[in-house]
């Protein structure tokens, strides 16, 4: 598992734009690509956990505003 990690870490990194006379021209696609797209995964997990904690949220006020508004109706 931590081999692993290390691996795709190290692969990670040598994907970093800084590094662009450093890499053999064949890896240089494939390592930039896998950067790329970890950046990209990265960012999109983030979109969605801000999208989910706004919908647990929302659920709640939206109990909390249906009590209200049954609380109100039945002051009338």
Not at 19 to 32: E, K, N
Request: hydrophobic share 40%; glycine share 6%.
């Amino acid at each position: 598992m931590w081999r692993t990690l290390f691996a795709a870490c190290l692969v990670y990194g040598f994907g970093h734009p800084h590094l662009d006379g450093y890499r053999p021209a064949v890896l240089d696609r494939p390592l930039q690509s896998f950067y790329v797209e970890v950046n990209s995964a990265a960012r999109d997990g983030q979109k969605v956990l801000a999208t989910l904690d706004d919908a647990r949220c929302m659920r709640y006020l939206k109990g909390y505003i249906a009590r209200m508004d049954a609380q109100l109706r039945s002051a009338d």
